[in-house]
């Protein structure tokens, strides 16, 4: 018998999902009904959409396992969120159920937290990927870029600490939304912009105190308007690397490794590269579908 | 014969203008027409309607200070950015001439800047404040509230660095256009909570990685919902402590004077409490003020 399941990642923006058999995804799809961008149609009937979309009969599919922002409290429902140090293995057995609308079990991974209210912290959608991306049981430091990236400190499959750096937001409602971007051209890639600003920021004591300066370069002549762009990228996110270098202790043989993929996988391995933190590299995709795999697993066994 | 002339104030989002006769300010007021605001019109129509409006007849008045934004690259015409380290008494001498409509010596105070590119900043307003501000000639740190805060070494009346934080532009944006404050109720003010703020922001390592925790200390319920604002407002101003404290190395004995008005200065004063700085203050319109009335005399000599 075929073992078949659907894996979806639902994030804020949109909504990508997998059909698995025998752990190989034989057909994906995406939709741009992420939980925020869902026009008031129910979770299931979006879910139901996409699957009539990618031709797959519903009675071929009895379980389904969703990751990310769909459990969250603006999500499909709210699915709990464990408590560091927590064993990644464990995910499978705190799954949330939802009815997708026919006969199959669906269920909602949870995500984690860092208890606070010092350093408090939540992630959902990435805990999948770490237990994807686990390969050995070392000690090791994952970082994860997106609008919101991760850092995680894993040993030995658990989960001890991690921190949300909003890097992708801030650069988003820093160009948009204040002065640093008024006025601003399109802008044209400027990879030497991009290394400037991840140096500056490499340097900086603190990211909010550089921020001016962005503009006061601008305004001098020492930054062209079309590299401003790449520039600000650069400094928020070697500003990142930076902090996040140090709060980790990450030295010469902390076992570092990147899980992405796309544009912001390219500007976080160069980034990494000039702030001299070696480092190996996990496709994001792959992650999460392994992650999914292994809770699939855990509970067929 | 009355010694008499107009001050004007005239930044990015209002215009104030005082009448001065002899020194003393006589007739003052606000206009909602900044450089970003005027509606099409044009700076000499903006500034009669405003006189128009304090019933003062034009040819009262032949002499014209400007300071602020109106001196920007999209003001009413570029004035320079005179290099640090630059003598205060200086500015009088740099005025840039603009023609008001009516027989007057109108111009323009110029702005300063740190030339870069490393450490590149640019202030307009803040140095006519600055020369305002000064009483003595000891070496003395200023602190210049704003959307723009303005940090400023003096020594000898010269102005020899000086590091812009754009702390409440950052706040705005991340309120209103980032999930921090997505889907928050109006603000209920609870100086408690700022004072959380402050203390995390002088505790932290970076302001940038700390943003994220707002949200989640609000997600797992350590932060009620109307009291987000005032956590952020004092994480940010606290982490500008923080980071300025020690680029300007502010010892037990440096003499700190805090320029300002109104509830950002209330916030600062408690900030700067918090974070055991001793420092003296200054309202900021006679600081202008009085900035504007060296100027004249130099001139008027």
Redesign the interface.
């Given at each position: 018998m075929v073992s078949r399941y659907l894996a979806a990642d639902w994030g804020s923006t949109n909504l990508r999902l997998w059909l698995v058999e025998d752990g190989i995804a034989v057909k994906n799809a995406a939709s741009p009904f992420g939980i925020t961008r869902m026009q008031n149609q129910s979770f299931p009937a979006v879910l139901q959409g996409l699957l009539q979309q990618m031709q797959i009969a519903q009675a071929d599919v009895s379980r389904v396992y969703i990751a990310g922002m769909a459990g969250s409290?603006?999500g499909w429902q709210q699915a709990n969120?464990l408590p560091c140090p927590v064993a990644l293995n464990a995910l499978g057995t705190s799954l949330t159920r939802v009815d997708p609308g026919w006969p199959a079990q669906a269920g909602i991974i949870p995500g984690v937290?860092?208890?606070?209210?010092d350093?408090?912290?939540?992630m959902r959608g990435e805990e999948t990927q770490l237990l994807g991306a686990l390969q050995d049981t070392a000690s090791a430091l994952f970082i994860l870029p997106g609008t919101?990236s991760k850092w995680a400190r894993v040993h030995h499959d658990v989960i001890h600490s991690f921190?949300?750096?909003?890097?992708g937001?801030?650069f988003d409602?820093?160009r948009?939304?204040?002065?640093?971007g008024r006025?601003l051209p399109a802008a044209a890639p400027h990879p030497e912009s991009f290394d400037c600003g991840v140096m500056a920021g490499l340097a900086a004591?603190?990211?909010?105190?550089e921020?001016?300066?962005v503009?006061?370069?601008y305004?001098?002549g020492?930054?062209p308007a079309q590299q401003v762009d790449d520039y600000l990228s650069g400094l928020?996110i070697g500003?990142?690397m930076?902090?996040?270098r140090?709060?980790f202790e990450v030295s010469a043989d902390t076992p570092v490794t990147l899980v992405g993929s796309g544009s912001l996988f390219t500007r976080y391995d160069r980034a990494l590269h000039l702030a001299g933190i070696a480092f190996t590299t996990q496709d994001a995709d792959t992650a999460i579908l392994n992650g999914i795999r292994k809770i699939h697993d855990s509970l067929d066994t």
């Open positions: 409290n603006v969120y937290c860092v208890p606070g209210p350093g408090a912290d939540v919101h921190t949300t750096v909003m890097t937001e801030l409602v820093l948009h939304h204040s002065l640093l006025g004591s603190d990211t909010m105190t921020l001016f300066s503009r006061a370069r305004i001098l020492h930054l928020l500003s990142e930076r902090d996040m140090q709060r």
